[in-house]
């Protein structure tokens, strides 16, 4: 049997203004995945000329193992996000402070100066990144792959944080990291130790990212 046979699921639509649909997509991921212990379990980006976003979570919700999932549709400018668990009441409550939540920072992200708006994107891409990195490394995916999100992800925040003073913290060890593993064979899976290691840097690099962007949103 399924894991979320047994479960109930809630859904709700939110539409949205913006012409941006693949930011609107990174802030609803933003805003399920920046609480602690979610963690990402699927996710795709359609490469067409409209886009659609999908992604699936795993994380608690009263109490209870649950699912949120999220699809952005640009042909529909909307939003549909469902949450799949065992308390119906929690489920819904979970639901609504998200999307309210979720107005609320579009609203924030919509009213930025366009050099902040900039900025706001590239570090949500980075948050993307961490979280497809931890899901590449429970999957033992190649090296490559992993190698892939760590460089990208320290790109973008390194631009998200253009300008301010000094090397941040995540610049620094994302820095360090590449220059730890990119001697590894790429065609293979990371050695389980340091996959370990890797993945619980991930939470420091979550962190710091969302703060970043916090500080707009």
Known sequence: MDKTDEMVEVSQIQKYLSEDSATVFRITWYEIASKPNVLLEEYNEAESQVFQGTARFSLQI????????????????????????????ALKIYLDALMESLKDALGKYESLPEEDRAKVKRALVAKTCWDRMVRKILNKESLGAVYYQVAHGREMFIKAT?????????ALTTSAWLSRIESLPHEEPIPGNIATELAKKSVEWKRGTQEVIGRYI
């Not at 253009?162 to 995540?170: D, I, K, Q, R, Y």
Request: aromatic share 2%.
């Open 162 to 170: 253009e300008g301010e003073s000094g090397a941040h913290p995540v």
């Open 62 to 89: 009263g109490g209870e193992k649950a699912f949120a999932s999220v699809l952005v549709d640009g042909s529909q400018s909307s939003t549909e996000i469902r949450a799949q668990g065992k308390d119906e009441v």
